[in-house]
Each structure stands twice: as C-alpha cells, then as structure tokens.
C-alpha cells in the first residue's frame, strides 16, 4: 500500500496555542489543519443538525460525544486535501477517541501519528483565555491587552469574546483537559510524543516542532523526507 502523509496531534489544554501553531505548521509544511472546536463552531454558525446538537455543550465547556466528533474527524481525514498529511488541533480529547484514531490510521494509508504536547500552567491560561477574543468573520484569534484594538486587522469586523471563553466555561474546559489528559499522554507516550514548554515564544516552539520533524525551520520543504528523518529518531 502507498503510505500517505503524517498525521500531527496537537495535544495541549485549551488557550497553549495550539491553533497558532497548527497554523504556523500548516504553512511551513503545506499541509491543511484541522481544528476540531472551530468545525464544531461552523456547525453551530450554520444551525446544522449537529450545531443545534452540540451548541450547549460547547457553551458549557463540555466535551461533546465521543461518536460524533470521532465521525466528523474520519470524514475531514479522507478528504483528498489531507492525503498528504494534516496538523490535527483538539482531537483526540478523551482515550477513546485515541484508540479510534489509532485504529482509523492503522487501517488507512496514513503513517503514525507524531505527537506535540503543548504543556502550560493553568494560571497562564486563564490570563490568555480571559483577553483572547475572536473575528466572526474569519475565526482568527487575537489577545486584547492593554487598550489593543478591537477590531480584526484583516477585515475590520469587530472581535467577539468566544461564548466559551467566559471564565465559568473556561474552568469547566480546563477541569475536562485535565481529567483526561493524563491517560492520553500515557498512550502516546514512547511512540511519537514530544513534550513542549508552551509558556515560550511561538516562534520558538514552531522552530522546536519543525526541528523535531526534521525540518529546516521556517522553511515548508519536502514533507515526506523531514518526517522519515524523524521516524528514525523515534526507531
Ligand atoms: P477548542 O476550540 O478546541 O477549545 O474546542 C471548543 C469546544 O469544542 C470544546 O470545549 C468542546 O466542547 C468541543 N470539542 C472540540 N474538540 C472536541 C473533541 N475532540 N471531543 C469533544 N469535544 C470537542
């Protein structure tokens, strides 16, 4: 069988930057990411069957059915943009779906997954998640600090405080992050799995990602042959 791409995991609890970097990644490499929160909030924004079916759960901070996000993920996986590999951000969030990707991969075309835990203290956290707010239009984030503009720099539309940003919710989604992350780390762990500091500039993690994929940093080149550099670290 062909092999395809890599799939990358961003682990890490919500507001360690995850979708900075998965952004971050996506241009360097040329691959898509895939933000499994930002889809759930597309579906709500539509009033889509599965909007109105999880629209609570994502206000209350959450997690929604194992099932379901597991389905919305294989499907986004076997579009032919992610054949040659994607950056995944917020999934998996519980074991199970852990196990389900391990065993969706296994019976693809996809390599082993490669692991990155974005690892942060929760006062830091809440710092961030309390100034982050949001563009409706083009879902970008930004941190508001210090009398910064409201606005979004690209189109101009006035940033939101996402609904599970208020800080009942954003406690209820660390208490969720750290209830499940312990096992997910143990499943990964000595397969793939890298631990980073994500308290440290962005630029600085991105060139420790790219470093550990076998990548000249900030430099997009040939996806397939950083990453079989990299497996050979993990052999
Ligand atoms: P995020 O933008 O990744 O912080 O996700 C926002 C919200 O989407 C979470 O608080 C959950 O309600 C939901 N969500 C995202 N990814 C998952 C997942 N893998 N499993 C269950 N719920 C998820």
Redesign the pocket.
Known sequence: MQRQGHIIILLGP?GAGKGTQADRLSSSLGIPSI????M?RQECRSNSAIGLQVKS??DA????K?EL?QEVVALRLMQPDCAQGCIV??????AA?ARFLDKFLAGSAFCPPIVFDLAIEPEILIHRLSSRRQCPTCARTFQVVNGASNRCPHDEAELVVRS?DQPAAIRR?LEVYAENTSEIVRFYQNRGYHKLDASQPVELISQKVLRALGAAAGSPGDFARPLAATHQLYA
């Open positions: 919500p933000s499994t929160g930002e759930l759960l994502l901070g959450q997690l929604v194992d996000i951000d917020g999934f998996p969030r519980t779906q599970d989604r």
